[in-house]
């Protein structure tokens, strides 16, 4: 089984208040699957994203290579480890679940 986990990130960006720059870091979080849920911050030009995943570096890494021109950083706030795996193995153990 493969193990997931529940990553929050901030990504910092250069202008939430710009149409052009809000339509841009939008689209480029829809593409990422992982990504569970996105709260937009134009005060503080900050979106804070919900990823789940077995590799939230590869995701942090993805973002910053696609949003070279709007996206100043991108850093992570807290990491909550949810492991599949004891949850499936839970399911089994009671029979819910026939492997």
Do not use: W
Request: glycine share 6%; aromatic share 2%.
């Amino acid at each position: 089984m493969v193990e997931t986990h529940v990553t929050t990130m901030v990504i910092k960006v250069v202008d939430l208040g710009c149409e052009k720059c809000r339509k841009k870091i939008k689209k480029l979080l829809c593409k990422i699957p992982q990504i569970q849920s996105q709260i937009y911050v134009e005060k503080e030009n900050t979106v804070t994203i919900t990823v789940v995943c077995c590799s939230p570096e590869k995701i942090k890494k993805k973002i910053l290579c696609k949003g070279c021109g709007f996206i100043e950083c991108v850093s992570t706030l807290q990491s909550e480890e949810h492991v599949v795996t004891n949850a499936m193995k839970g399911l089994v153990a009671h029979g819910v679940i026939a492997i």
